[in-house]
Nanobody, 126 residues
């Protein structure tokens, strides 16, 4: 079982940027589906971005053009660059991995990802 550790969350003003990191340990995740989800208070988990084993990304409509997901297989790390942050981006952000899949990665269901981190908080003020 892979362990995931997120970092990089912070409080920023609207229009600012943050870069989240997710370091995997216990297993090489190089070719696996890796995703970022978020959960705002009182809401369900929302898929934000995913990257597959061919480095192909996919994004939720709400973040497309503002967020960029990337992976460094040598560092066993996935990143989420978040630009033009808005108050509605405020949430706990979670990293997730599905070692069973290398493509056809989903952003639909957080709980379908067997490996999930503890989250890092992002707060955006207006």
């Amino acid at each position: 079982q892979v362990e995931l550790m997120e970092s990089g969350g912070d409080s920023v003003q609207a229009g600012g940027s943050l870069r989240l990191s997710c370091v995997a340990s216990g297993y090489r995740v190089g070719a696996s589906c890796m995703a970022w989800f978020r959960q705002a208070p009182g809401k369900e988990h929302e898929g934000v971005a995913v990257i597959d084993g061919r480095y192909t990304p996919a994004y939720a409509k709400s973040v497309k053009g503002r967020f960029t997901i990337s992976r460094d297989n040598g560092e066993n790390t996935v990143y989420l660059q978040m630009d033009s942050l808005q108050p509605e981006d405020t949430a706990m952000y979670y990293c997730a991995a599905d070692l069973r899949r290398f493509f056809g990665c989903s952003l639909d269901q957080f709980n379908t990802y067997p490996s999930r981190g503890q989250g890092t908080q992002v707060t955006v003020s207006s």
